[in-house]
């Protein structure tokens, strides 16, 4: 029982869950930026492949068509100068509509002919980057409405 006057001590269950939720809070704000910086780093990885690298003609082998845009992806069967067959795999934007057969150009890293972007396709690091993107903005989000809510409660019990 406590004096009166005294300060209630708080609840040790919802001190917990306050933590535990700004540590989730905290770790998305950790993770989402650095998702958008590796996905960024990908894309300009992925450009500048295009630029330099080796073209090879290649064929789409496999077109996975889902209405989620991070599974639509090519599979496209490109071989080497030395004459090694590789796979790559590419996103696939909804408005392309890529079929089983179809021509499409591969430029790959000389050194490492298993690195490779097929030309037209988008970069996989867009997708990372957008999915980064989208756990800072909800993060984001929570902790203003969080911050908020404390900061009105307790202009509250002010009164």
Known sequence: ???????????????RG???????VLIVLLVGPGLMVVGTVMIDADAELSRTGV????????????????????????????????????SV????HPTVGDPVTVAYDSQQPS??????????G??????GTVLTLVATGIGLIALVTRVSRKRRSRR
């Open 1 to 15: 029982m406590s004096t009166p006057g005294a300060p209630c001590a708080r609840n040790p269950k919802k001190t």
């Open 126 to 131: 867009v997708t990372l980057r957008g999915v």
């Open 55 to 90: 073209r090879s003609p290649g064929t789409v082998t496999d077109f996975n068509d889902t209405q989620r845009a991070s599974n639509r992806d090519i599979k496209v069967r490109y071989t080497s100068t030395d004459g090694t067959d590789h796979v790559v795999s590419a």
């Open 115 to 124: 690195r490779a972007v097929v030309l037209g396709f988008e970069s996989s």
């Open 18 to 24: 306050r933590l535990g939720a700004l540590a989730v």
């Open 93 to 96: 934007e909804h408005d392309q």
